[in-house]
């Protein structure tokens, strides 16, 4: 099981060698779209490729992968349901709780595949087993990519995420972290029009709350959680209106500044040049200005 990011997933596509690769939920950015596709071809010739995502491409893009590739691109439904509903003739019945809690921990949990069958089973213990999962791994020990193996190892060989040691105890205390987070942010967080930002907060794994808290505290309709790297503004977006395509705008604004930016429509990130914050927030305002508040 390997990690990687869409900035870099063209590069560790080419690390390594295997006769068969599954690849799930990483988007593409359009600056790497023409080569992760030549590359993802040039593959295809001497092993098996299954890829499942939900992030957008280009149908140009999906018709030249499924030439390809074992390819299952749906932006309406969670990375964990695609997954499962290619392989649910080969694996027990109730690895089904498996893809609702993907479902869940991507707020995908409305589609009509997961609404059936959600209601064969106890949907307050599904959800506690998803909160479980997608809170505990903010925390610091579960955040380390060999925990994240260990959790997906006890998911596969049947158990819960609960069943994970530590697991429950680590998600209630990020949840007493949270509500210390909204405070932090209240006192830190700034605007520039329409979008609120909070910059280099210790909470590091809570990068998706201190965008969405950003926002609230400053009303506005996107907020930003900006964290500074060596070369670059490593940026997590998120936003309270949800008819704004939030991953079309990261994109866009990244591009516009000389970086990179992408996602899902209601959680998105970049990557841009540390010194361009300034006119990314500018670009992000003009587009914001396409899609009228309701």
Known sequence: MFFTKPVSFYEDLGRFEADRIVITDIAITRREMTNVVKLLEER???????YFDHHFLPEKVKVKLAKNLKAYVNGEASA??????????EIPRERVWIAIYGAIGDYSQHTEFVEERIKNWDARA????????????????FERYDSKRMIA????EGGNPSDVPGLVKVAKKVVNDEFDLYEIVKKQAKSVGDVGFVKDIAFFGFRGPSALFAATVTKARV????????????ITMRSRDY??????????AAEAVGGSGGGHPQASGARIPLNKFNDFVKKLNRLLGKYPAK
């Open 223 to 234: 907020g930003l959680a900006l964290h500074t790297r060596r070369n670059y503004l490593d």
């Open 153 to 156: 190892k006890t998911l596969a």
């Open 243 to 252: 008819s704004i395509p939030l991953n079309v705008l990261a994109e866009d």
């Open 80 to 89: 964990s349901e695609l997954i499962y509903r290619h392989f649910q003739k």
């Open 126 to 141: 599904l959800y506690f087993e998803a909160c479980t999962l997608v809170l505990g791994i903010k925390d610091e020990h």
């Open 44 to 50: 295809s010739k001497t092993c098996e490729i299954l």
